[in-house]
């Protein structure tokens, strides 16, 4: 497993990078339509990989890639059933140690090792990026940008991008990761194709946990699979039983909503303030998230008025949680307030 790199990884000590990752379960849709693109000659240059976290929309960019770049006559050389590459095919070691030379990877990175990655891609880096993107040259190869993730792009960085998008490099595919295609500028959306990734089946993440080798036996496989709400990256957070627990707790008082218990929310955001509670906010983080997301997929069919406030919510909390990890926020704070807008949004959402 490749080292943890705090100025650029965010991913979990306990699962694959999705560039080491060769498991591609649960997206064979998008993957036959990338390769009925290629195969027809006309690949298009900007992609939008869209869907919820940990469902293997990194992990598809990255595989794409390995089978772009293994392609050295950047068209077509017949016709391809799949975007499985050798494990030891040249384009398969350099994607996976990032040393491909037509191989850019835009995200949030560090200004250095003193300082926090920051909570959005600058301008800086992103027009650095697009810069060396458009005049290296490819070769008679393809090259290939990926952003992970398009939605942390903020005005000026998303207008450097549209740059590039409009006036593509030859040769060139730009595969954008977000789980928000609605922060994306409308002039990007318009010029890009989006690929749709959705939670994985259960027996998807069942298989991607016993490939991985970190589920000690296959009852908290199970069980850590049941919880994830259809998400791999939570699946591998959930590989311990404290992590079952908190996930299990922070439901509990969900479920409760409009009312809750008020001290159980003070006691587990008290928690949260100490420098151990850091692992338990974040599941706490991701529960929410995910009973949002169910929220909304519910009452999709019941007009605005019910959506609306778990659709307000959601951007109110996630603009907080961007700002509690950029400025290091209080988090006990944090998981106070979102609890009282989670009952103010219910109750809305029940008298519309």
């Not at 030891?88 to 250095?112: I, K």
């Not at 593509?168 to 994306?184: D, E, K, N, Y």
Request: proline content about 6%; charged content about 25%; aromatic content about 6%.
């Amino acid at each position: 497993m490749l080292p943890l790199d705090p100025n650029t990884d965010d991913r979990l000590a306990n699962a694959p990078h999705p560039r080491e990752s060769r498991i591609m379960l649960g997206a064979e849709k998008a993957e036959q339509s990338f390769l009925d693109a290629y195969n027809s000659g006309r690949m298009h240059h900007a992609w939008i990989l869209a869907g919820p976290e940990g469902v293997g929309k990194a992990t598809f960019a990255y595989r794409a890639a390995r089978f772009l770049l293994s392609r050295p006559q950047g068209q077509t050389i017949s016709a391809a059933s799949t975007l499985d590459i050798p494990a030891d095919a040249p384009a398969t070691r350099q994607v996976l140690a990032l040393s491909h030379p037509d191989l850019f990877v835009l995200r949030r990175q560090a200004e250095s090792e003193k300082k926090p990655v920051p909570s959005i891609i600058n301008v800086a880096l992103a027009r650095d990026a697009m810069r060396v993107f458009a005049s290296t040259s490819g070769g008679d190869g393809w090259r290939v940008m990926i952003i992970d993730r398009a939605d942390e792009l903020n005005s000026n960085s998303s207008n450097a991008l549209l740059k590039t998008i409009e006036e593509p490099p030859p040769r060139s595919v730009i595969m954008m990761v977000t789980q928000a295609v609605g922060r994306l500028l409308p002039t990007i959306r318009s010029r890009c194709r989006v690929l749709p990734f959705l939670p994985l089946e259960l027996q998807n993440i069942e298989e991607i946990l016993r490939q991985s080798g970190q589920a000690p036996d296959e009852a908290l496989n199970r069980q850590a699979a049941e919880s994830a709400q259809g998400s791999a990256r939570l699946a591998f957070q959930r590989l311990n039983e404290r992590s079952l627990a908190v996930a299990d707790h922070v439901r509990g008082l969900l479920g409760q909503l409009p009312d809750y218990n008020h001290a159980e929310v003070m006691s587990m955001s008290d928690a949260f303030g100490r420098k151990e509670g850091r692992a338990d906010f974040e599941i706490m983080r991701d529960t929410v998230f995910d009973w949002l997301s169910e929220q909304i997929r519910q009452r999709a069919g019941e007009g605005p008025r019910s959506l609306a406030p778990f659709a307000e919510v959601w951007e109110k909390t996630d603009r907080a949680m961007r700002d509690v990890d950029a400025y290091n926020l209080d988090r006990r704070a944090f998981a106070l307030t979102l609890f009282v807008d989670l009952a103010a949004a219910m109750r809305r959402s029940l008298a519309a």
